[in-house]
């Protein structure tokens, strides 16, 4: 059996799709004043949210993107203007350049969407009766096979490189039996499969999407060492006998908390010299860079629970979940994957 990889990485990709996220950013902070308001005095986003009455959890994933593109400058937490925002950003400044975005680009749909989640009360996320968004299903454990079909498909296009990538360099030496986690369309159990010859996976998710994975792994021909087992990783105990549990794109969905549960939930379904792994989009430990991770941090604040993490981060929740010998490597494109081992 072949086993195809693009022949290079997937980042323009990335990058032009989450620089819909760019102008809006800058336009969202120009007309709420958050650049005046850090030209004055700069502040943790925390503070900033305090002061100008506005989101804590939409400023702080804001913020980051604005240093990445450069109009901020970040130390230890604390956002202040930078040179560039200072001579054209601040409503004072004689070179001001907001006349340009007053029309246009504040009539943008996602600079509304970014506006409205700066200055809304309530909890994040946004989405309307036609537009849920899809952590929605997980937290309420319900999910009909179209809305399935949909998610897998979404999934699947900008998963499938980073899935051959995962597999091609990961470290998955002594496993040999993987639980996905909400394994969506199973491209990575797919994939790890078509390439570990002695691994059996299991893609772990909702009855609706096992009934979409199954689809793709007969497609794939690996039905023989992979399945997928319906389980609401939430309300349902999670199954044993496997040496490995496997999470891609799931951590960036959820809370602090909300992780901090899964990962116990996985300690506590592994036997001791058993892997967790954390396949995600890893921000630098300043949270500041790269752009487009950064960018697609900002899309997790408007879609999820959750938000791209720092490596430093998710070594503390696996830690504190009682696993050791944390380590992360470079995958596929942006991807990393964090790997730990439970004592």
């Known amino acids: 059996m072949t086993f195809e990889v693009p022949t290079r990485d997937d980042k323009p990709l990335w990058d032009v799709w989450l620089s819909m996220l760019w102008l809006p950013s800058v336009t969202a902070a120009d007309e709420l004043k958050i650049f005046d308001s850090l030209a004055e005095a700069p502040a943790t986003a925390a503070e900033l949210a305090r002061r100008m009455d506005l989101n804590p959890r939409a400023v702080s994933g804001v913020l980051p993107l604005l240093a990445a593109q450069g109009f901020l400058a970040c130390h230890e937490g604390r956002f202040a203007v930078s040179d560039t925002t200072r001579n054209f950003m601040v409503h004072s400044s004689p070179f001001y ?32 009766s036609s537009d849920k968004p899809p952590v929605e299903s997980w937290e309420s ?15 699947q296009s900008h998963s499938l490189p980073a ?10 030496k002594g496993v040999t039996r993987l639980l996905d986690v909400g394994g969506g369309s199973g491209c990575f159990s797919i994939a790890l499969a078509r390439l570990h010859a002695n691994l059996r996976c299991t893609v772990m998710d909702l009855p609706a999407m096992c009934d979409v994975a199954r689809e793709h792994i007969a497609a794939g021909k690996v039905a023989d060492r992979v399945d997928a087992r319906s389980v609401d990783m939430f309300r349902e105990d999670w199954p044993r006998g496997y040496d490995a549990a496997f999470f891609s794109n799931i951590f960036h969905d959820w809370s602090f908390e909300t992780c901090a549960q899964l990962a116990a939930s996985a300690y506590k379904a592994l036997p001791s010299g058993g892997h967790v792994y954390l396949h995600e989009m890893l921000l630098d430990d300043g949270g500041t860079s790269p752009v487009t991770t950064a960018a697609f941090s900002v899309l997790m604040l408007l879609r999820t629970r959750g938000q791209q993490f720092t490596f430093t981060q998710l070594r503390a929740l696996l830690q504190d979940a009682g696993f050791v010998d944390v380590e992360a490597s470079a995958t596929y494109g942006y991807y990393s994957l964090i790997r730990a081992r439970r004592p």
């Open 97 to 128: 350049w907001g006349a340009v975005f007053i029309v246009q680009p504040r009539a943008n749909a996602m600079h509304i969407r970014l506006r409205e989640a700066l200055v809304r009360k309530a909890a994040l996320p946004m989405g309307q």
């Open 141 to 155: 454990g319900q999910l009909d096979l179209e809305r399935a079909r949909g998610i897998a498909a979404f999934m």
């Open 163 to 172: 899935a051959t990538g995962v597999a091609r360099n990961g470290d998955f």
